[in-house]
Nanobody, 122 residues
């Protein structure tokens, strides 16, 4: 029973930056990994980035080199620093969490946030 709350979304100009945060609260024993998905109208849901508890990260090709995911394990909070933003980054960004390595490997996310809107336009 983990509640995920995203923040930091909003409007930015192309080439600008935003930093998203996702705080996990509630009663749970552990989280193996957290990640960010994004969903835009007319597009498939895309896994943007993931980070495991010990720090290993993965990124979608579309954001590699521009976005950085990080985590504060003590605070159960994950961040997504988004730089060099493009209009195609416009989407609802959703934070997720998984509780085991096996579920992480099959992309099963036990917990989902409600999302935060990111809009990139000039």
């Amino acid at each position: 029973q983990v509640h995920l709350v995203e923040s930091g979304g909003g409007l930015a100009q192309p080439g600008g930056s935003l930093r998203l945060s996702c705080a996990a609260s509630g009663r749970f024993f552990s989280i193996y990994a957290m990640g960010w998905y994004r969903q835009a109208p007319g597009k498939q849901r895309e896994l943007v980035a993931t980070i495991i508890t010990r720090g290993g990260t993965n990124y979608a090709d579309s954001v590699k080199g521009r976005f950085t995911i990080s985590r504060d394990n003590a605070k159960n909070t994950v961040y997504l620093q988004m730089n060099s933003l493009k209009p195609e980054d416009t989407a609802v960004y959703v934070c997720t969490a998984t509780v085991s390595e096996s579920e992480y490997r099959r992309t099963y996310n036990a917990y989902w946030g409600q999302g935060t809107q990111v809009t990139i336009s000039s």
